[in-house]
């Protein structure tokens, strides 16, 4: 990947939002490259025309005065370098002095040596068009491209010094292979009627077609400084045999950046213990800080006999690292299906900031379906879990809970989401227990949480948090404070239901504290504030905070309407304002405001201003 560095200017290029290392992004700008976008259309030039999407002269910025002359110096491209300093064209961020010379655009980008110097190009460019390129007569210049990703891969090494791959709009069915300081950038305009070479990836759309079950690779030699962006990624359906995977992006080993793509996974038919997934990351990570995935659009596909998973961290005995940040996650239609499997994270791993939807439990009437599940070491923080309605999938299977959250046995920090349940006989915004692993230290603080559901699940359960272990006996697990715990919409609802086990096992709270366990008004239901299920059994029912906080690890739960807005914040007067606990509460809530702002930190995922 190209850096850019501007003379006297120590810093552009590596940061700030001028011409990108691999780990900014500012207004339009990608991983590897900036373009700018006055007007926020989301169309941006490659030509170095001067004008914006419509046509206007890009506004100036900056306002220091010449020394010489002066009048005032302006920065109008954000490339950190003002026309005073000798920047030959102020309106296209990839032209100052010291820029690095992007092969076959034409520029003098440089402003000083001949555009396309023939010592480092070699004649060459790694523009590719599907529509109007040739890998045979084509040298990749913006003039002449080639038509394949694979051959721009290979003018760039022959190029060499980082040269990136720009790709145009059309499809593009065959195998990629990330290449290590090699930037992919989709969403260029390159069509039979013309070639602008604008960047607009919603517009221009640029798909890959996977011609095979990995679909595109990002090996262990992949970093973060490496970025595919821009792509619509479709994996290629079938059957995998019995045992295999189809992938439409996998990361084996490596930590690229992956940023706003647009991922499809496949529809896996004809096999058992198969899987379906759109994007994998397995591990082990090559570095500590993991991979970036930001800003895309994955969706989970289709798997009647198995599971299906939008993002998969994995795996157990190798976990992997990721940074999820900012993307919309589907899940699919599957006998399990989770549109976010981070089984297999290791420590370091964060999932923020994203819109996550459960998917569709389908096949035999055994199964069931999560937005996410997690173990391993994680921390969940300012996620919108289950709160499209129209994206969230139904549960009909008794067999087991299904909803927003599961964690298995994860060493897990979950603070400041938003997590509904969803149409199922069991549903459950959180559901915690050990599966194939022991029960790890669990921290959930801030949230606001709904059971979810609705009345015309038959004889269905709602509750904001539920457990059960299936290892040893007399789990104490979860660290429960200062989140709203909604019972759901079902017939019977609860704050928490600890479930049914055999033998002398148990599932207890380590600490439980501060929440506020409501109920919305519903004639029709039966509620309860929490099951317990001693030592043998029978249940024990407490029917509000009182009971609750007479338990040995309960104290400060209250119910009160918390007058929640339709973005989930606080109303002025709500009760779960200044009605939290400091020990192990977030720094900030769900939008970054620090908590506390008032005498004490608030219920819930807001902190009301």
Not at 26 to 41: I, L, N
Not at 59 to 64: F, I
Not at 273 to 298: E, H, K, Y
Not at 486 to 499: H, I, K, S, T, W
């Amino acid at each position: 990947m190209l850096l850019a560095a501007a003379c006297g200017d120590d810093g552009v290029g590596l940061d700030g939002g001028d011409a990108s290392s691999g780990g900014t992004t500012t207004g339009s700008t990608t991983m590897g490259m900036t373009t700018v976008d006055p007007d926020s259309t989301g169309v941006v030039s490659m030509t170095g025309d001067g004008t914006d999407s419509s046509g206007t002269t890009q506004g100036e910025t900056d306002s220091d005065s010449d020394s010489t002359t002066g009048g005032p110096c302006f920065d109008a491209d954000a490339d950190g370098v003002e026309d005073c300093a000798g920047d030959c064209d102020d309106q296209n961020p990839w032209v100052f002095p010291g820029a690095p010379e992007i092969c076959g655009d034409g520029v003098d980008n440089s402003c000083g040596r001949d555009a396309d110097p023939a010592a480092m190009c070699q004649g060459l460019g790694t523009w590719v068009s599907a529509l109007t390129g040739s890998d045979l007569l084509g040298d990749g210049t913006q003039a002449n491209p080639v038509q394949t990703i694979g051959a721009g891969l290979a003018n760039a090494g022959i190029i060499g010094g980082g040269a990136d791959v720009y790709v145009a709009e059309g499809s593009y069915p065959e195998k990629v292979v990330m290449v290590e300081d090699t930037d992919l950038l989709g969403g260029f305009q390159c069509d039979l009627g013309s070639c602008t070479w604008a960047r607009d990836s919603t517009a221009h759309t640029s798909t890959i077609l996977n011609v095979d079950n990995q679909g595109v690779l990002a090996a262990d030699t992949i970093t973060r400084a490496t970025t595919i962006d821009g792509f619509s990624i479709s994996a290629l359906d079938g059957n995998p045999g019995n045992g295999s995977a189809i992938f439409g992006l996998v990361v084996l080993g490596g930590t690229p950046t992956i940023s706003n793509n647009h991922i499809v996974g496949p529809s896996v038919f004809g096999c058992t213990n198969c899987s379906s997934t759109a994007l994998a990351l397995i591990g082990p990570s090559n570095a500590a800080q993991g991979t970036l995935v930001l800003d895309n659009v994955v969706e989970a596909g289709d798997n009647v006999n198995a599971g299906s998973a939008g993002i998969a961290v994995r795996t157990f005995a190798n976990p992997a690292v990721a940074e999820i940040r900012g993307n919309q996650v589907i899940g699919g239609n599957a006998r399990y299906t989770r549109a976010i499997d981070a089984f297999g994270s290791a420590a370091g791993t964060l999932i923020v900031d994203n819109e996550i939807s459960a998917g569709s439990q389908v096949g035999v009437n055994q199964g069931s379906s999560f937005a996410m599940i997690i173990s391993g070491q994680i921390t969940v923080d300012s996620n919108r879990i289950n709160t499209v309605p129209a994206l969230v999938g139904s549960c009909p299977s008794p067999q087991f809970w299904c909803g927003g959250i599961e964690s298995e046995g994860a060493t897990a920090v979950i603070t400041n989401n938003v997590v509904y349940g969803m149409s199922a006989p069991n549903s459950t915004a959180i559901f915690f227990g050990d599966g194939e692993v022991p029960f790890g230290e669990l921290v959930v603080n801030g949230n606001t949480l709904d059971g979810g559901s609705s009345l015309a699940v038959v004889n269905g359960v709602s509750t904001a948090l539920a457990c059960r272990t299936n290892q040893g006996v007399n789990a104490i697990v979860g660290r429960i404070r200062n989140n709203i715990l909604g019972g759901g919409q079902a017939l019977n609802r609860f704050g928490m239901y600890e479930d049914t086990q055999g033998g002398s096992r148990t599932c207890t709270p380590e600490a439980y504290d501060n929440n506020d366990i409501w109920f919305a008004p519903s004639a029709a239901s039966v509620d309860n504030a929490h099951r317990r299920w001693p030592p043998g059994g029978p249940a024990v029912l407490l029917p509000n905070a009182t009971a609750v906080n007479m338990q040995p690890y309960a104290s400060g739960n209250f119910t009160a309407d918390p007058q929640l807005d339709a973005t989930w914040h606080l109303a002025a007067g709500s009760m779960c304002i200044d009605a939290g606990v400091a020990t192990e509460a977030p720094a900030e809530d769900f939008e970054g405001d620090a908590r506390p702002l008032g005498a004490a930190v608030d219920v819930g995922a807001d902190e009301a201003n």
